[in-house]
């Protein structure tokens, strides 16, 4: 059966614009139809992150998307992404383990929608490009944050939506996140990581230092330019 | 102690302005301070929901409240609650046990913001007026899904964080709720729980049918006029 005429399953993707999530819905295309989701809520870089967004959907030919807002995230506050007053570049709060970058339950609401979504359009699987070991420290960013999250999605769909959450990256390091993607052809040109600017990667805050660490430690040049 | 004078525990009660999360409210107040939340997702009666929200705030002297806006949900679609082609009185979809108003997950959306906020705002509990068994016929308004949902709140926020959704009217009848809320003060006059309509409730849709019957089985009367 020629690849153009089989008949795959529907997968929505959470796309943020960062090369996590290109490289998700990189490996998401190899046996599903996509459908790609971004989320934006308030978070300093939205309008950079969301033109990233667009670029990857259309450079891998995906029609069915997405666009939503949160915009009670950043009312919300408590976060170093989404409050002017803090500094995203110093990263951690002084006294807890946890990143100050860190937006409150975030994760829960992005998977959300794709459930929401997922479940109206017939989708068999949530791709999401989380990863815990080498990542940002995040709660909703570990294993065990995503199978409680199957066991509420399970709970609190209808009997018979068949849909799961997957996390192709969790347990990858950058390194090999970039060397997947490479592998792939994932668009690496077309995504942006970084916390603090919209023009010119900063190549200080603790995004931009995973995924340099990342690139150098896969040893592929990262195709962005960076402002350091 | 005074009571005016405690140091009470904070809790985030989500208020739909129906009759069951008014009540849920009047519980909460006996034992926290309350911080009321209100989310629109372009339900069909909106405007009618947030002016009860409202309404029941002023009434229980609460100056703490968040709206927030949910407008995906709207555009996902999936649900007679939000799409105008979809007759929300017939409310059963054939070859289905889940009601067509069902909006898909739409309770974890709900509770994903209770969360965020008042992981925030440091709340303790986080109170939701979800009923089982004589109730909607939800999947995400059952016991099960709540324990799910704590688990996920558990692995999803800071080690630090103490913070549990609590559901006290979950195996209440509907008439219980009526006499629950009536011994506590809840002020019924001031909700709204009509799919429908905006002015005058209808009394034929689903929400109407159980609320009629819950006041009618507990002998009490309901002070909202009907159209029928």
Redesign the interface.
């Known amino acids: 059966m020629a690849p153009d005429t089989a008949v795959r399953p529907l997968a929505v993707v959470l796309v943020s614009g960062g090369m996590d999530s290109c490289v998700s819905a990189a490996v998401a295309r190899r046996d599903h139809e996509l459908a790609l989701l971004h989320v934006s809520y308030g978070q300093r870089t939205e309008t950079r992150e969301r033109r990233a967004f667009r670029d990857i959907a259309r450079h891998l030919g995906v029609a069915r998307t997405?666009e939503?807002?949160?915009?009670?995230?950043g009312?919300?506050?408590?976060s170093a992404l989404t409050d002017e007053a803090r500094d995203a570049v110093e990263a951690r709060r002084e006294g807890?383990?946890?990143p100050d970058t860190?937006?409150?339950?975030?994760?829960?609401?992005l998977l959300?929608?794709a459930?929401?979504?997922g479940?109206?359009i017939g989708a068999r699987r949530i791709f999401i490009g989380a990863v815990e070991e080498d990542g940002s420290g995040y709660?909703?960013c570990?294993q065990?944050?995503y199978e409680?999250?199957n066991?509420?999605?399970?709970?609190?769909?209808?009997?018979?939506t068949d849909l799961a959450v997957v996390t192709p990256l969790i347990h990858l390091s950058k390194a090999e996140i970039v060397r997947q993607g490479a592998r792939l052809g994932a668009p690496f040109h077309l995504t942006w990581s970084c916390y603090t600017e919209s023009e010119i990667a900063c190549g200080r805050c603790e995004s931009c230092r995973l995924r340099l660490k990342g690139f150098r430690e896969a040893g592929i040049p990262d195709p962005l330019p960076y402002r350091t």
Do not use: K, M, Q
């Open positions: 997405l939503a807002r949160l915009d009670h995230l009312a919300i506050g408590g807890s383990s946890i860190y937006v409150p339950f975030r994760n829960t609401h959300s929608v459930v929401s979504w479940e109206v709660p909703d570990r065990e944050y409680a999250f066991r509420l999605l399970r709970a609190g769909t209808r009997p018979e």
